[in-house]
């Protein structure tokens, strides 16, 4: 069993090189094609003394000619396969520290007073308001974002320490919400999260804000 995965293993990775194989043995018949093709002419046309069978020899290559054309056809996926060394599913290593984007959310996409969206009445047991927010998505409700944002910090717990937080010139103005959302799990609990607001004099790292930010985002 073994032997016969790393054979399809090692037949997987020489999928490109075998490609390109037949792609040059296909240049290198289109070239006897085509002298094959001048001798016939000359014999055959300019009645020249050349001497072999070029008829036979012009209609073996031409035929190896497009059997070669037909099997790179075929392999022709390769190229355009997106490749990746890790064939698993790996999850990324733990931070101390990440940096998170924020992305603004559409009016009426959410509770201007939770954050979360209309009608979700989250428990705050972080797991389960995962698998609430996925039974929204499941009953065609329209994508939360900031789901992904608790998806993707709770992973690097309990080794994460500090997240800094860049917002758009949309988000800024919501930002005061995910503290509240991030600071009612206690997951996060000793995470400091600070905001990087965009300055005159150039930039501040500051707590998530009480009172919603008007300026002070990202373009």
Not at 182 to 198: A, D, H, M, Q, S
């Amino acid at each position: 069993m073994k032997d016969g995965a790393t054979r399809r293993n090692l037949w997987a990775r020489s999928a490109k090189a075998r490609f390109w194989l037949t792609a040059a043995l296909a240049a290198i018949t289109y070239s006897c094609v085509s002298t094959e093709f001048t001798q016939l002419f000359d014999q055959v046309v300019l009645h020249r003394p050349i001497t072999g069978n070029h008829l036979a020899t012009l209609t073996f290559y031409f035929s190896l000619l497009a059997l070669l054309a037909c099997l790179a056809y075929f392999q022709r996926d390769v190229l355009n396969r997106p490749r990746t060394r890790l064939r698993q599913i790996h999850q990324p290593p733990q931070r101390q520290h990440l940096t998170l984007f924020v992305s603004s959310l559409n009016p009426g996409s959410y509770d201007s007073s939770s954050g979360f969206p209309p009608g979700f009445q989250p428990s705050f047991k972080l797991s389960s308001d995962l698998d609430g927010l996925l039974d929204l998505k499941d009953k065609g409700r329209p994508r939360w974002p900031w789901e992904m944002i608790l998806r993707g910090i709770v992973h690097h717990v309990p080794r994460l320490q500090t997240v800094s937080v860049f917002c758009s010139t949309a988000s800024i103005t919501q930002v005061h919400l995910l503290g509240r959302i991030l600071g009612r799990y206690p997951e996060f609990r000793n995470v400091k999260f600070k905001v990087v607001l965009r300055r005159e004099h150039g930039i501040d790292l500051v707590d998530f804000p009480g009172p919603p930010h008007q300026n002070g985002g990202f373009s």
